[in-house]
């Protein structure tokens, strides 16, 4: 199976910071035709998840563009341009390349 | 507006039966790869099963194999998830969604699930 290690588990931030989560997987997410099968999602506190960048590096439609996905192969990122109250909750990565899908265990935001 | 409404969850005994529903709206369902997603109590999300527009292909964690069965209705927009031999550790919130572009686009508010004598 293909492990997700996200790091940190746990991230305060002030408001109008930025904050970046980091996602290993343990084996490569990049396939022959040059797609990334790694995807971001956020629980808001109470709320189902919801998607926020898919194969990598596409935001979702209605997401603020304050979220950026970066990487390749094994290491991706997740970048928050300026954190706002809204953003808390945990964040996920789920890897798609393969079956059994698995998902990170998760980085939780809170506001300083 | 895409909308995802899972029922049938509830209180059931260990070794015990469920068929949660998943009622699908606002997209073409019958074209669309779908999946199940639970969430145990304070944990986090962990992918139980996938299956294809037509229901010929379905996949599963291996810890549901044997015991769950994903399928669907195309004529009902409904997908389903029938769960046998419950075990106290299947408790959890489950969700459906939709499966494309190897990410999960649109989930449902998820129904409970507990296992429990």
């Known amino acids: 199976d293909v492990v997700m290690t996200q790091s940190p588990l746990s991230l305060p931030v002030t408001p109008g910071e930025p904050a970046s989560i980091s996602c290993r997987s343990s084996?490569?997410?990049?396939?022959?035709?040059?797609?990334?099968?790694l995807s971001w999602y956020l629980q808001k506190p109470g709320q189902s998840p919801h998607l926020l960048i898919y194969?990598?590096?596409n935001r979702a439609s209605g997401v603020p563009d304050r979220f950026s996905g970066s990487g390749s192969g094994t290491d991706f990122t997740l970048k928050i341009s300026r954190v706002e109250a809204e953003d808390v909750g945990v964040y996920y990565c789920?890897?798609?390349?393969?079956?059994?899908?698995?998902f990170g265990h998760g980085t939780r935001l809170e506001i300083k | 507006e895409v909308q995802l409404v899972e029922s049938g969850g509830g209180l059931v005994q260990p070794g015990g039966s469920l068929r949660l529903s998943c009622a699908a709206s606002?997209?073409?369902?019958?074209?669309?790869?779908m999946t199940w997603v639970r969430q145990a109590p304070g944990k986090g999300l962990e992918w139980v099963a996938n299956?294809?527009?037509?229901?010929?292909?379905?996949t599963y964690v291996d810890s549901v194999k044997g015991r769950f069965t994903i399928s669907r209705d195309n004529a009902k927009n409904t997908l389903y998830l029938e769960m046998n031999s419950l075990r106290a550790e299947d408790t959890a919130v489950y969700y459906c969604?939709?499966?494309?572009?190897?990410?999960?686009?649109?989930w449902g508010l998820g129904t409970l699930v507990t296992v429990s004598s």
């Open positions: 299956i294809v527009q037509d229901g010929s292909g379905k």
């Open positions: 084996q490569s997410l990049l396939s022959s035709d040059g797609y990334n099968s």
């Open positions: 969604a939709r499966a494309t572009n190897a990410c999960f686009d649109y």
């Open positions: 194969l990598g590096s």
């Open positions: 606002g997209f073409t369902f019958s074209t669309s790869w």
């Open positions: 789920m890897q798609g390349a393969q079956v059994p899908i698995t």
